[in-house]
């Protein structure tokens, strides 16, 4: 990066806020995608660390006058590329806008600085009797910023929805450096075409968050985990919508396959419970009072048992619930490592079965293996394509196609939670119309007309 | 309307599906906003009512190449004056795009024709179990493409949100003619910029709705009505947050003044339960279990006693609570022949008793009258400005104007529910920067080049 830049920068924000120097900058040069598909960082990109709003202003005006990129980074753990400069850029790193966490018990939310990790948040809500926030992506050194932008979602999606459900207020600055407070601690607002809304899941690409306001929850005081073993896929993904039908809405409910679950429990050293069955599914129910616990847990295992389960056990203590909570969180590093990536389709609830019957046969007809773990309760699944001696295998893009076409033909998405980024740009046109992506395109233009922010992400633009 | 308009109207869709006689089409050319504010209609506007998605895009397509505004029109229910042709327009209704109610037990959704009316929908859900659909406008001659396009409210926002956390799919039709299909049955999707949450509240500006996919949710079993009184104000807006704060999240609050809810009372000659104190407070409590529902109803009764409740009754027979909520719910009604306005803003909970103490105060220096009742629970309450001698009073718009700065002022908004439509648009920058008003221009030019679509709504763009 010119020096020129860099000198203008540091007398924007200050001399120890702009890193130029690779030693210190390559901690910023990538996010979580995995290693063999993480697009290329160009590594003459400086970073930034703005202290406020007005720095964070000042730094897009200037970048949107002399046409530099500027890339918006948070915790780095997105799984899409979003974060990583693929051009040379002014990495705009939000550390330090941490300092703000508002607890506002009389309204029921927290307005939170976009740098505040979820494990700071969490940590905050501790000091309340009985507050919650109920989304939790997995890696908790996400930032709030950052799960706003990629509209984060996770295990307990659901009872509670994803982020857009609990986002009512954005501090925002956009690109030619106007700040705007969006929303606010309302539960209802029809003022205009909704730009908050806009704002989640835009991935960097509309404007930089600076502030959050999200909605807290009373938290229910019993929770109780259900592990549940079935000797094949189709009879345990067959129970996910016939407990929703039930009326029964657990926290979680999330299926595993044995292989995925025994290797998740040799990485973190933990003896996994079930012995019979090939196929885990895991229920988390948390209601308000003991027997509504138990009642729902009996219902459960009766619509389990009626579904050939071989073996079904109810994780009571914190201790037998945390070690199950910590084979399925575990997972995605303990795969990684020999994974080329890690698909993030959803598809209808009720297409599950069918939908994970074709991904199967997908598979095998190109001799892969896809070990398969996901949020069964929302259609979300996660197929793994694994390497083959340690490296792409051939088949890998076309695999992937016919997977995301299979997904879109039942309905559904590309990426349920993970995002488009950089890496699914080129499968974007798989699933949405020649319309939509114009849109998209048309919007991204009238908010950031010299297109400066976050370049390659979610469409590319001449 | 130029009769060769009207005749390539009639070639494209059908001879008996095009008004152009103002005997036929005056049923069309206004909505439910009250009498004395509402914008005056272009009489020689006409009326398509196109039979299927395919004829609503032929109509769009030839109006934008003869650029003739569209205004659509849903169950004509709106209070903000989006449906009225203030230019001479066409008027695109969707009464005969009402055939489909598609119930999807296996994924608690249904698709539904955005002609279908909330009261053919209900009607529909009858014929099931347990399924259940929250959002209750009040009007159930709203249409469900209306109540997307509005982004409808009601009472049931304290527990279940408004229309935009149960919207999952839509078929939308752009005003250059294209059909394209956003969302779908998932619960989760992050593939681009949300087009789905940016058509919901666009008031008709971006696209016109022809489907649409709402999410279900299991009934809960028992519900309970209690009718609380208090001598004033702000025992009464206190007990709110109170309530929320324990953890009870009822499926309403309302608040009502005793002279609205009396008044109500006699237009439908029913009898009002309280006759102590000034001001009622309405929890509707719905819950899985009977006495959880007793349990909780207690809680409220003590919160409501330390809060110098002067009455509590528990109406739990169908008859006693019907009498309640149908008082209730023709407060409008009953009120609206009288009034001049009635106002829509909202503050967050906490503020409410500070927010309505200042309003009322504001009416008392303008010497007016403001009846009030309003969804407490989700910080919505309607103020009304009254008529005096039958006339809009000279303090009107000045009184209007102080009360939407006092709504910003506590972070509130100017429209809660019922949206901006042509009767706020002179409001808007109250509320909203410069900033937001160019990019909800932008926005527009992007979706709607030519201008088409609903011209002089959300925004004016000349």
Redesign the interface.
């Known amino acids: 990066m010119n020096a020129g830049v860099v000198g203008t920068l540091r007398k924007l924000i200050g001399e120890d806020w702009v890193l130029d120097n690779l030693e210190q900058t390559k901690g910023y040069l990538y996010d979580q995608t995995e290693e063999l598909i993480r697009p290329r960082a160009a590594e003459d990109s400086i970073v930034v660390k703005p202290g406020n709003t007005k720095e964070v202003s000042e730094i897009l005006k200037y970048a949107n006058e002399v046409k530099i990129p500027i890339v918006p980074r948070g915790g780095g753990t997105g799984l899409c590329g979003a974060a990583i400069p693929t051009k040379s850029s002014i990495i705009l790193s939000d550390e330090r806008l941490n300092k703000t966490i508002e607890v506002?018990?009389?309204?029921?939310?927290v307005t939170c600085d976009a740098g505040v990790t979820l494990a700071a948040l969490l940590e905050k809500l501790k000091e309340y009797d009985?507050l919650f926030f109920p989304v939790h992506p997995g890696d908790e050194g996400a930032h709030i910023g950052g799960m706003v932008v990629?509209?984060a979602?996770g295990a307990k999606?659901?009872r509670h929805?994803?982020m857009?459900?609990h986002i009512k207020g954005l501090e925002v600055v956009?690109p030619t450096g106007?700040i705007?407070n969006?929303g606010?601690?309302?539960?209802?607002?029809?003022?205009?075409?909704?730009?908050l809304?806009?704002m989640?899941?835009?991935e960097g690409?509309?404007g930089i968050v600076t502030k959050v306001i999200l909605k807290l929850y009373?938290?229910p005081k019993y929770s109780g985990t259900l592990l549940v073993s079935f000797n094949n896929r189709e009879d345990a993904i067959a129970v996910v919508?016939q407990i929703?039908?039930?009326?029964i809405?657990p926290l979680a409910i999330e299926y595993m396959e044995r292989d995925v679950a025994l290797e998740s429990a040799e990485h973190i050293g933990a003896k996994w419970p079930a012995v019979d069955g090939s196929v885990d599914v895991i229920i988390i129910l948390s209601e308000?009072?003991e027997d509504?616990l138990y009642e729902k847990s009996e219902e459960i295992v009766e619509i389990c048992d009626s579904n050939n389960a071989v073996y079904t056990s109810i994780a009571e203590s914190a201790r037998e619930q945390n070690t199950i909570l910590a084979v399925r969180s575990n997972v995605y590093t303990a795969v990684k490592h020999n994974a080329v990536d890690g698909l993030d389709m959803?598809?209808?609830?009720?297409s599950i079965p069918d939908f994970m019957r074709e991904i199967f046969r997908l598979a095998d007809r190109y001799g892969a293996k896809t070990p398969s773990v996901g949020?069964a309760g929302?259609?979300?699944i996660h197929n793994f394509i694994m390497r083959e001696n340690g490296e792409i295998p051939p088949y890998y893009e076309e695999l992937k196609e016919e997977m995301y076409k299979t997904a879109v033909k039942y309905?559904?998405?590309?990426?349920?939670?993970?995002?488009?980024g950089k890496t699914?740009v080129p499968n974007?046109a798989l699933?949405?119309?020649h319309?939509?992506?114009e849109?998209?395109k048309?919007?991204?233009?009238?908010?950031d007309p010299n297109g400066i922010l976050n370049p390659g992400t979610?469409?590319n633009i001449e």
């Open positions: 506002d018990e009389l309204n029921l939310m009985n990629q509209n979602g999606a659901v929805g994803i857009r459900n956009f106007e705007t969006l606010g601690k309302l539960i209802k607002n029809n003022s205009g075409l909704d730009l809304h806009l989640i899941g835009s690409i509309l009373p938290e919508p929703l039908q039930r009326g809405i308000d009072k509504t959803a598809v209808p609830i009720g949020h929302d259609g979300n309905g559904g998405t590309i990426t349920a939670e993970h995002g488009i699914r974007l699933q949405l119309s319309k939509e992506i849109l998209i048309a919007i991204k233009k009238a908010f979610v469409v």
